[in-house]
Nanobody, 126 residues
Framework: QVQLVESGGGLVQAGGSLRLSCAAS????????MGWFRQAPGKAREFVAA???????????YYADSVEGRFTISRDNAKNTVYLQMHSLKPEDTADYYC????????????????WGQGTQVTVSS
């Protein structure tokens, strides 16, 4: 089992940057596939990015089209932390951002992730 705590949200102007962090408890963090999702007011939760556990020799990453080229997901297994670096932020990026973890699933479906954090709010002003 893993517990997740997000941080790093805040208010930023359009075009600015933020880095979100998700700290995980547990000694098996490195075996979990991790994802970032977001939910804007009145909208469904949507996929942002995912990073696999390091199976053979490399991590795999996957992004939603809306953030490809602007956001970067990474992980530091020594720190039990996954990051979401966000650049060129737009007002439409405003949402609560959640990290998620799953031992077996790597992908964009929120339904497949077993563990979730409480979220951190990101507001992008125009």
């Amino acid at each position: 089992q893993v517990q997740l705590v997000e941080s790093g949200g805040g208010l930023v102007q359009a075009g600015g940057s933020l880095r979100l962090s998700c700290a995980a408890s547990g000694r098996t963090f490195s075996r979990y596939n991790m994802g970032w999702f977001r939910q804007a007011p009145g909208k469904a939760r949507e996929f942002v990015a995912a990073i696999s556990w390091r199976g053979a020799s490399t991590f795999y990453t996957y992004y939603a089209d809306s953030v490809e080229g602007r956001f970067t997901i990474s992980r530091d297994n020594a720190k039990n932390t996954v990051y979401l670096q966000m650049h060129s932020l737009k007002p439409e990026d405003t949402a609560d951002y959640y990290c998620a973890a799953d031992l077996n699933y790597y992908g964009y479906s929120a339904l497949e992730y077993d563990y979730w954090g409480q979220g951190t709010q990101v507001t992008v002003s125009s």
